[in-house]
């Protein structure tokens, strides 16, 4: 099992910041494909940002491009994602993911999530 955790999530206004963080077990250390996906309530699980082979590669997605960084320390074994400019519209449940057979990873994709954690941003 990933026994993957997420935490971080909280309450910002528009325009601020926070970084989520995921541990989980040693098989999420040898994990080759990590990554975030989100859900907002009555939308569709929307993937967010993923990182493949420790760090070599990374995707975003369109909509948070040049606002979300997502980064691994592997001697701690947690994933991260720093997100900066939150807009209302980012306003979901983050879920930490694990191991995908496609890349980018669709949201459907991972074998393993979290709980999650609700980030909330107001106008």
């Not at 910041?17 to 995921?22: A, D, E, I, K």
């Not at 990182?51 to 001697?75: H, M």
């Amino acid at each position: 099992q990933m026994n993957l955790v997420e935490s971080g999530g909280g309450s910002v206004q528009a325009g601020g910041s926070l970084r989520l963080s995921c541990t989980g077990s040693q098989l999420f250390a040898s994990s080759h494909c990590m990554g975030w996906f989100r859900q907002a309530p009555g939308r569709e699980r929307e993937g967010v940002a993923a990182i493949y082979v420790g760090g070599a590669t990374s995707w975003y997605a369109d909509s948070v491009k040049g606002r979300f960084t997502i980064s691994r320390d592997n001697e701690k074994v947690i994933l991260y994602l720093q997100m900066n400019n939150l807009k209302p519209e980012d306003t979901a449940t983050y879920y930490c993911a694990a191991e995908c057979d496609r890349w980018p990873p669709p949201p459907f994709d991972y074998k393993y999530w979290g709980q999650g954690t609700q980030v909330t941003v107001s106008s």
